[in-house]
């Protein structure tokens, strides 16, 4: 059966699901008490807004406005957007106006905190098959973990909506908290994964040792895999995520409690795979791409992080062998940035996490004059 990559902050890529679960709190700091120096986010522009970048000039256009708290979105293959709102609510976008009818067919979602209607994917195949995938917080006896649901989309409803994996909760290699995991595409375990056989592991486990991962990307050219994830106060990282690996957390970490209290006294230890980049203070990462398009030559090749507490989005310059610079973009607009998408226009959308005023705002070339390639 043919596998794919995927992600609980999603990107459908290539050879199987992966689902970051959680190790620890949900969604780093409460309301106020973030590491990074805050500031009242502010509403989303209501028109078009002109920035000037180290590599190009861009404008930020407003798409669409109106949404409850958007955590992720999808393209569909027609250009349409799927969006998820935390409390529930799977969304889509047709010829950039917001259907005012919610998508049929969603599963029951708990949504409290930072727990939620989570991330939206395609199939690889969904013009064959209409799969869409979903990450969702799940009520259990046990409290609440995360779940990965499959349906099939007609244009208007989810149907044939099933779980077809459900996390379980611990910070141990006999449960999925903390982890990577990869999936097939119906939720079964590739018989290739690192612990398959492996007493004391599950079998799902990809790579282990995460605090709270937020997004994954497969960088387009080398195929590897690249995960952010939220730190304590301090310390949020970009990881190369390699098979059975472990990521250290809570052993090693470049953060603190949040009420300052140490952790650990050691960033680094033999035998534990060290952050390739590391955010202190933190500006609380969420959804992440590559950019592949040629709209924005300047950036193409890169890596964009949204930021929540931080308020901006992160551009990640990459070269052969890695990260080698960082720029802080759109700071001035003060939005908390949840997700971050390339899309089939080649431009850049991004997500606002704010409720009812949630917006998708899409990043173009400024045209007044040329662009030019960031020198590499």
Avoid: C
């Avoid at 431009?347 to 409720?355: K, P, Q, R, V, W």
């Amino acid at each position: 059966m043919r596998a794919f990559w995927s992600v609980a902050a999603i990107a459908v890529l290539l050879s199987a699901v992966t689902l970051a679960q959680q190790g620890g709190r949900q969604g780093g700091p409460p309301a106020g008490m973030g590491p990074y120096p805050r500031m009242q986010p502010l509403p989303p522009p209501d028109g078009p807004r002109d920035f000037e970048t180290i590599s190009q000039p861009i404008r930020v256009v407003p798409v669409v406005r109106g949404l409850a708290a958007p955590w992720s979105i999808a393209f569909l293959p027609n250009g349409d957007m799927l969006v998820t709102e935390r409390v529930g609510r799977l969304r889509i976008v047709r010829g950039g106006k917001l259907d005012p009818q919610s998508i049929a067919g969603v599963p029951p979602v708990h949504a409290m905190q930072q727990g939620g209607l989570l991330e939206v994917s395609l199939h690889p195949r969904f013009a064959e098959n209409r799969f869409i995938y979903l990450t969702y917080s799940k009520a259990g006896e046990r409290g609440h973990t995360t779940a990965l649901a499959r349906g099939r989309f007609d244009g208007k409803a989810l149907t044939e909506v099933q779980d077809i994996f459900i996390a379980d909760a611990a910070q141990d290699t006999t449960h999925h908290a903390g982890k990577i995991l990869r999936l097939r595409d119906d939720g079964t375990v590739p018989p290739d994964n690192p612990f398959v056989g492996r007493a004391g592991f599950r079998p799902e486990i990809y790579s282990y040792g995460h605090r709270n991962p937020q997004g994954l990307a497969v960088h387009p050219q080398t195929g590897e895999l690249w995960e952010t994830e939220h730190g304590p106060q301090g310390g949020d990282e970009l990881n190369l995520v390699q098979p059975g690996k472990n990521y250290g957390w809570p052993v090693v970490t470049f953060g603190r409690e949040y009420s300052g209290d140490l952790i650990t006294n050691e960033t680094y230890r033999a035998g534990l795979e060290p952050p390739v980049t590391v955010w202190v203070p933190s500006i609380a990462l969420s959804g992440m791409v590559f950019y592949t398009g040629d709209r924005l030559p300047g950036w193409k090749g890169d890596l964009l992080l949204g930021g929540l507490a931080g308020t901006q989005l992160h551009r990640v310059v990459f070269a052969p062998g890695g990260p080698r610079g960082r720029e802080s973009l759109l700071t001035e607009l003060r939005l908390r940035i949840r997700d971050v998408r390339q899309g089939p226009d080649g431009f850049i959308y991004f997500a606002t996490d704010a409720s009812p005023d949630g917006a998708i705002l899409r990043i173009e070339p400024e045209t007044r004059r040329p662009t030019t390639s960031a020198q590499r």
